[in-house]
């Protein structure tokens, strides 16, 4: 069985929305248009030291079948019960931010194996 076969397998009954990072401005974050993706969410507290060297909390990790941009933001649902089209989530609604994203390829280097680490969002 091939990774990409093995994945496919892990995330097909799952869902989460992505709200990709568009910049920011003086009124905040600015997201992209939310897209679903199938995944597998596991929930769990950890801590993790991340590229600059800054402590964070990890509130759950996302393996996906897709490319993620750290600082974009997923919640773990459909998107048709999303109720707010306009924005993107907060934590109390369920919106965690990306803080990293790791791409480990196959020995062939023809599939890749995706995860995301998820913590809170930055405000402002």
Partial sequence: MSLKSRIRKLVRNDFCVYWPPRGSSDA???YGEPEEISCRWVDG????VGMAQRTYAVKATVTVEVDLAV???LWHDRLENWKYSFRAPSEAEGG???KEFK???DRKNR???RKAL???P???
């Fill in 118 to 120: 998820l913590g809170s």
């Fill in 71 to 73: 600082g974009g933001l």
């Fill in 103 to 105: 791409k480990l390829p």
């Fill in 111 to 113: 599939d890749f194996y």
């Fill in 28 to 30: 905040g974050l600015k």
């Fill in 45 to 48: 507290e950890e801590e993790m």
């Fill in 122 to 124: 930055k405000r402002g």
């Fill in 96 to 98: 965690f931010e990306i």
